[in-house]
């Protein structure tokens, strides 16, 4: 391999590390409403069921059943979903296409 090639892959392999640091960080949730995602072959409930074992509230459901809004002031929520069961845990306002459209409100 040539020396310009090298550089353009170790250029390249930066630009994609910093996008996925980028987008990770728009993501993450950052207050006490989220987006519970869990594996899709789950039984029905699955996302209800790690919502409740993480021990937040179930707000509404997602597009999909295995997606649930979730709310909780507990400052380690996000940590048990996952430990829970849940494969994703976003910011519900960048989390917008997995919501029916009559869900996307906060809880009251």
Sequence with gaps: MSPSVKGRIVIGANVAVIAVVLLAALVVPKGATVVVIAPPWGEA???????????GTFVASGRFPWIAVAHSNASDFTTNLFRNGAWLVLDPVLAAGC??????GSPS
């Design 99 to 104: 919501l029916a459209k009559k869900n996307l």
């Design 45 to 55: 409930g699955e996302s209800l069921r790690i919502v409740a074992d993480a021990g």
